[in-house]
């Protein structure tokens, strides 16, 4: 059957997985260290792994519709600057 009843393109698809690799990661990671310890980072907001994996989701959601309704460029630019935010909310304290 393929992915054609979606007309889904390949990059389509890839994109729909990474998501699914990263909540499953995720769950893989909750069951192996519970808690996910929450602290304060770079949004000062108290959150856990879960909490900034859905704010990364959300941010790199609007980043890219911003950048088609604003921008010129390619959008792979748009998913640097999404994956460098995601990078700052993970890791920064």
């Known amino acids: 059957m393929g992915l054609s009843w979606m007309a889904w393109t390949w990059q389509t698809a890839v994109f729909f997985a990474a998501i699914a690799a990263s909540l ?4 893989m990671w909750e069951f192996a260290r519970p808690g996910g310890h929450p ?3 770079v949004l000062g907001l108290l959150t856990t792994r879960g909490d900034r994996l859905f704010i990364s989701l959300l941010a790199a959601a609007y980043i890219h519709l911003a950048w088609l309704a604003f ?3 390619p959008l792979w630019i748009a998913s640097i600057i999404a994956v460098a935010l995601a990078f700052a909310i ?4």
């Open 39 to 41: 602290r304060v980072g």
């Open 24 to 27: 499953v990661a995720m769950t």
């Open 90 to 93: 993970f890791s920064l304290v």
């Open 71 to 73: 921008a010129t460029g």
